[in-house]
C-alpha cells in the first residue's frame, strides 16, 4: 500500500507535517542520490524504501541505488563489518583489492553528478574517489563503530575523510575527523506492520496462535536469541521479581546463526527449567504482526542488552505506550529518559528491582508509557528521521 | 506603535525551527575533563547543552534541566554536582558566555571540594555537541492580542522555543521575539514586559506556551473590563 506524507499527521508531533513541506520548499527538484548495498532484507534498505517516495512527495528529486560485487566483495564487505563493529576477523590486501575495484566498477554506471551523494555505511565508501567536481558527499554510518579494529577503521578513515559530512545514529560513534560529524537517530514507520495500531481482536487471536495466555502481566524481551542480548539474565530477573508478582514472561526472536545460536538456546531452556510462565517464542524477522501484538500485549518491555547498535526495539515498545527495562548499551541510553519514560540498568538485580517496581506500581507504569510514546513520536518516528535529512541537505547545499 | 483597533502595522510572522545536531569529536570521562571541554568548545555547545535540552524535550522533562547535571548526577553518580549545575539559571546568567563561565565556577570550586575525581565506570562519556538552528516559517502571521493568542495555541512547539529560547540565548536579546512585537508592533508595554518577565528555563516548553496564552487572557480580559 502506498503511504503518503498525509497519512503521517495523525501520528506525528502536531504541525510537524506543514513543517517537513516548508523545509523541502528549499530543496525542491534538488537532485539527491542515496546508494547503499543491499534492495532488501537490511535495515537500511527497509528505510530508504520508505524514505525515497516521502522524499519524492516533499518535491526532492530522490533516487535510491544499490551497488553490485561479487563473493569476493561480499567477502570482504563482512569481514570490514565485523572489524569495524569490534569484532576480529581477517581483511587481506587481496580483500581490500577487491574492495575498491568493485566500487570503481559501480561508480561508471551510477548517476554521481547529483546535487548530493549519501553513501550508506562502508561498502560504497570508496565510491567517494570518483567523486565529480560539483556536488556534496555525505557519509551515512548506520554500524557501531564505537570500538572498531584501529586498523580497519584506519583503511575506511582514508575514505570517509574525502565527504563533505558523515552522520552517525549516536555520539558515541562519532570519531575523530576533519569533517562536520551529525548526528541523526534511526527511526521506526508508526504506519508499517510492526507498528501500526491493532484491534484488540487481533492482538488476542495472536496470543491464542502463540500460545500465550493473557491470565497475568507479560514481561516481553524481543531480540534475536544472543549472548550480546542476555536472555538468560532476563529469565534470572524474572525469576527474582516472580517471587512476590505473579507474571509471565515472553523471549520472543529467532536464535543466532550456527553453533552459538544453538548454545544459548539450550542455555535458555535451561534457565527456564519448563517453567509454564516463561514462553520461548522462536518467530522470524518478518514476523511482523506478531511482534506487534506482543508488545502491545505486555506489560513491561525488557531490552537487557550488554552490547547493542541502536536498539530500535525500545522505540518501537515505546511507540506502543510501554515503559521500558534497557540495559546499559548503545542506543538505548539514548532512548531512555531515566525514570520518566523508562529505566536503565546494569545489573539482572537492577531488572528484577524494576520488574517490581513498576508491576507493584501500574499508575507510574502507565504514566511513565505515556511519555515514552510521546518522546518516541517526538525523536523516533520516520517524521522526525526525515526532517534531520531535510535540515542536512539545506546545511550542506548552502 | 499600535495601529487602529488594537492591529500592529506590521504582523508577527511564527517561525518554527529544526535542530540539526553535530557531534564534536570531543567527550569527557570525568569532571576535570567536562570543566576542559566546557572553557574550550563554542559557544554553541554551551547552547545546545543548557538550551536546546528544551527543544529536546518539549513536553517531557528529564530529571534535570541540562545535559550537564543530567551526566553527572546520572553518569557520573555525581549527586551532589548534579544538583549544583541543575539550579543554574541561563534567564540569570544573561549570554551564553557568562553561562560558560558559571558552569566552569562551580566545577573548579566543586573539584577543589571533592576528595577524589569520580570517573565514569558504568555510565557513559559526555558528549560535546552543538547545534544548527534552522528557522522554518510555521505559516502564521499575525496582527492583533487575539490572533497572537491563537497563533500560540496551534504553533508547532518549536516555535516558542525559537521566539523566547533562542532570542534570548542566540540573539542576545534580553527579551523575547514575542515581548518585542507586542511593545513594539501593539504597544503594550505592560503586557511586554509581562511577557518578558517568563522566565522559560524553569519548565518546559508546553508550560512556557500555557503560561503566554495565559497572559494573553487576562490582558483581553483587562481590556474589555475597562
Redesign the interface.
Known amino acids: 500500500m502506498k503511504v503518503s506524507l498525509d497519512d503521517y499527521r495523525a501520528v506525528s508531533?502536531?504541525?510537524?507535517i506543514?513543517?517537513l513541506r516548508?523545509?523541502a520548499e528549499k530543496l525542491r527538484s534538488r537532485k539527491v542520490l542515496r546508494i547503499s548495498a543491499h534492495r532488501k532484507g537490511t535495515g537500511v534498505a527497509e528505510m530508504l524504501e520508505r524514505h525515497t517516495p516521502l522524499l519524492q512527495e516533499l518535491g526532492v528529486d530522490a533516487r535510491w541505488e544499490v551497488i553490485q560485487g561479487g563473493e569476493g566483495f561480499q567477502a570482504a564487505c563482512q569481514a570490514l563489518y565485523n572489524l569495524l563493529q569490534g569484532e576480529e576477523d581477517r581483511f587481506t590486501e587481496e580483500m581490500f583489492q577487491q574492495y575498491v575495484q568493485t566500487n570503481r566498477e559501480n561508480a561508471r554506471g551510477l548517476p554521481l553528478e547529483t546535487d548530493v551523494v549519501v553513501i550508506h555505511d562502508h561498502q560504497a565508501a570508496p565510491l567517494v574517489d570518483a567523486r565529480p567536481q560539483e556536488g556534496r558527499w555525505v557519509w551515512r554510518c548506520h554500524l557501531d563503530v564505537a570500538r572498531p579494529q584501529r586498523k580497519a577503521w584506519a583503511m575506511l578513515r582514508q575514505f570517509v575523510v574525502k565527504y563533505d559530512a558523515a552522520v552517525?545514529s549516536l555520539?558515541?560513534f562519532?570519531?575523530?575527523?576533519p569533517i562536520?560529524?551529525?548526528?541523526?537517530y534511526p527511526s521506526i514507520d508508526p504506519l508499517s506492520e510492526k507498528n501500526r495500531e491493532l484491534s484488540t481482536g487481533e492482538i488476542r487471536s495472536t496470543l491464542d496462535r502463540l500460545g500465550i495466555p493473557a491470565d497475568k502481566p507479560i514481561l516481553l524481551q524481543v531480540s534475536r536469541f544472543h549472548r550480546f542480548k542476555d536472555p538468560v539474565g532476563v529469565i534470572e530477573a524474572y525469576r527474582i521479581a516472580k517471587k512476590q508478582n505473579d507474571c509471565r514472561l515472553v523471549l520472543a526472536g529467532s536464535p543466532a546463526e550456527g553453533e552459538a545460536g544453538r548454545r544459548i538456546l539450550a542455555e535458555m531452556e535451561l534457565a527456564a527449567g519448563g517453567d509454564p510462565d516463561v514462553h520461548i517464542v522462536q518467530l522470524p524477522e518478518s514476523a511482523e504482526i506478531e511482534i506487534n501484538a506482543l508488545q502491545r500485549a505486555a506489560a513491561i518491555v525488557i531490552q537487557k542488552s550488554t552490547r547493542e547498535g541502536f536498539g530500535l526495539m525500545v522505540a518501537e515498545a515505546m511507540w506502543k505506550g510501554k515503559p521500558v527495562i534497557g540495559g546499559?548499551a548503545g542506543g538505548i541510553?539514548a532512548q531512555l529518559?531515566?525514570?520518566?519514560?523508562g529505566y536503565t540498568v546494569?545489573s539482572v538485580e537492577g531488572c528484577a528491582y524494576r520488574i517490581r517496581t513498576l508491576l507493584n506500581n501500574p499508575d507510574l507504569a502507565a504514566k511513565m508509557g505515556e511519555?515514552a510514546r510521546?518522546?518516541a513520536r517526538?525523536?523516533f518516528l520516520i517524521t522526525r528521521n526525515l526532517?534531520?535529512y531535510?535540515?542536512?541537505l539545506?546545511?550542506l547545499l548552502r | 506603535m499600535g495601529g487602529k483597533n488594537g492591529e500592529a502595522k506590521h504582523p508577527f510572522q511564527f517561525m518554527?525551527c529544526?535542530?540539526?545536531?553535530?557531534?564534536l569529536?570531543r567527550?569527557a570521562a570525568d569532571v576535570p575533563e567536562l570543566l576542559e571541554g566546557l572553557e574550550e568548545v563554542p559557544l554553541d555547545s554551551i547552547y545546545f547543552h543548557t538550551h536546546s535540552y528544551f527543544l529536546?524535550?518539549?513536553?517531557?522533562?528529564?530529571?534535570y534541566p541540562n545535559d550537564f547535571a543530567n551526566w553527572a548526577a546520572?553518569q557520573l553518580r555525581d549527586r551532589v554536582l548534579g544538583e549544583r549545575l541543575a539550579v543554574i539559571d541561563p534567564f540569570e546568567a544573561g549570554d551564553l558566555e557568562a553561562l560558560r563561565n558559571e558552569l566552569v565556577t562551580i566545577l573548579d570550586d566543586h573539584l577543589s571540594h571533592v576528595g577524589s575525581v569520580p570517573r565514569v565506570v558504568?555510565?557513559?562519556?559526555f558528549?560535546f555537541?552543538q547545534s544548527?538552528i534552522?528557522a522554518?516559517?510555521?505559516?502564521i502571521k499575525v496582527r492583533t492580542l487575539a490572533e497572537l493568542r491563537e497563533g500560540l495555541e496551534?504553533?508547532?512547539?518549536?516555535a516558542i522555543y525559537f521566539h523566547v529560547f533562542d532570542a534570548l540565548a542566540r540573539k542576545g536579546r534580553r527579551r523575547s521575539d514575542f515581548a518585542v512585537w507586542i511593545e513594539d508592533g501593539l504597544g503594550r508595554k505592560e503586557l511586554a514586559a509581562k511577557f518578558s518577565a517568563v522566565n522559560p528555563y524553569a519548565t518546559t516548553l508546553e508550560r512556557v506556551r500555557r503560561r503566554l496564552i495565559a497572559l494573553c487572557d487576562e490582558a483581553e480580559r483587562a481590556g474589555s473590563a475597562s
Open positions: 508531533p502536531p504541525g510537524s506543514d513543517i516548508r523545509m552517525f555520539p558515541k562519532a570519531q575523530r575527523l562536520p560529524q551529525f548526528l541523526i546499559f541510553t529518559i531515566y525514570e520518566v519514560t546494569n511519555d510521546e518522546f517526538h525523536h526532517g534531520d531535510l535540515a542536512l539545506t546545511t | 518554527a529544526w535542530e540539526l545536531r553535530e557531534m569529536g567527550r529536546r524535550h518539549p513536553y517531557i522533562a528529564g530529571p546520572i558504568f555510565g557513559e562519556f558528549f555537541m544548527r534552522l522554518v516559517p510555521a505559516g496551534r504553533v508547532d512547539a518549536s
